[in-house]
């Protein structure tokens, strides 16, 4: 499966873009690009272009929703296999939040680049929502956005391998180029949530969920908000022989009380009644080692329950957070037990 990339165009105004343009965009392979004009127009309150810039790029951070997201100047001829060489490689670097492609010249050999130009530059969408693109005193906005993602512990550089190239401004004043790509915003079809090329770097997850007895009326739509968070895992200890079909991010295990009882008592020495399943959630911070078998080969694991509806978790338990914290839950002093918050801890 191609990954798919959010391609947003910045652009001065409405001209059709320049040929070489159009075409480094055309020639890029490997990759599925949706494509996305914005125009960084200047408004009569603009202190200097900066601000029209800024203002596009936090425009453009907005559109799509695919887990790649490259801005493209308008002067920027993009070299073969640019987009995919850029995200094949910063799919490997679990802690890069971006990566660009050095069309100015300004990476040096064996050192870490100060400043990225962001004309030819893929982010991680989880990073690129963590910055506000803004310039402040003699920082541009590619500057202010390269400090704020090492604030957030992302790292940012180029990458020598993918190529592209500046257009001389003459080039640019005087292209009376046509454009399809340059007219609208192009559409490949709708995205298919349960699959997220972009995360397959980001830190593993796999959520815990306890539930005896017969699956709720709702049991479905918790599991198609399963299956719509591909990049995190989930294991449901039940039961039930009858559970219904499962997405492929999700596992069953098959366990009665009785036998719940004893791993408990094998597992932490303690002899339990268990009056009532709903006291196996006393047991959630356990989880852990309770089920350690079954969460080996996963970085991160968490407790949740299944009377939720699930929105987007790595927008939260992105990679900058989990690489901060050990703990993460809703409650500052201590660990809170509600379906709506998760508990993640290092296996």
């Not at 192009?186 to 815990?208: E, K, M, Q, W, Y």
Request: net charge positive; aromatic share 10%.
């Amino acid at each position: 499966m191609k990954p798919e990339v959010d391609l947003i165009v910045l652009v001065r105004d409405a001209r059709p873009l320049h040929p070489e343009v159009e075409r480094g965009i055309r020639l890029q392979r490997e990759v599925q690009l949706r494509v996305h004009r914005v125009c960084g127009k200047s408004l009569p309150d603009d202190r200097c272009r900066w601000d029209a810039i800024a203002r596009g790029r936090n425009e453009g951070k907005l559109r799509g929703t695919a887990p790649w997201v490259m801005f493209l100047d308008d002067d920027v001829v993009l070299g073969p296999q640019c987009i995919s060489s850029l995200v094949g490689e910063i799919a490997k670097r679990p802690a890069y939040g971006a990566l660009g492609a050095d069309y100015l010249g300004q990476a040096r050999p064996g050192r870490v680049a100060p400043h990225v130009s962001m004309g030819a530059t893929v982010f991680r969408r989880e990073a690129l929502e963590q910055v506000h693109f803004a310039w402040r005193e003699k920082r541009c906005e590619c500057q202010v956005c390269c400090d704020e993602l090492r604030r957030y512990f992302w790292a940012i550089d180029y990458y020598s391998a993918a190529r592209a190239r500046h257009l001389p401004k003459a080039k640019i004043r005087n292209s009376l180029g046509t454009s399809s790509t340059s007219r609208q915003t192009s559409h490949h079809g709708a995205i298919d949530l349960r699959l997220d090329c972009g995360t397959a770097t980001l830190p593993s997850v796999c959520l815990v969920a306890c539930y005896m007895g017969p699956p709720p009326g709702w049991i479905n739509h918790y599991l198609m908000s399963c299956a719509y968070n591909p990049s995190i895992d989930f294991l449901i200890v039940t039961d039930q022989n009858n559970f219904p079909e499962v997405p492929k991010n999700v596992r069953v295990k098959r366990m009665s009380i009785s036998s719940f009882k004893e791993l408990v008592q094998e597992k932490i020495g303690v002899k339990v009644g268990l009056s009532h399943p709903r006291k196996m959630c006393d047991f959630k911070p356990a989880y852990g080692h309770l089920f350690e078998e079954d969460l080996k080969g996963w970085d991160y694991w968490g407790y949740t329950d299944i009377d939720i509806i699930y929105g987007d978790i790595r927008r939260f338990l992105c990679v900058a957070m989990l690489q901060k914290y050990d703990v993460y839950t809703a409650r500052r002093n201590f660990l809170w037990g509600t379906s709506a918050c998760f508990a993640i801890t290092p296996t």
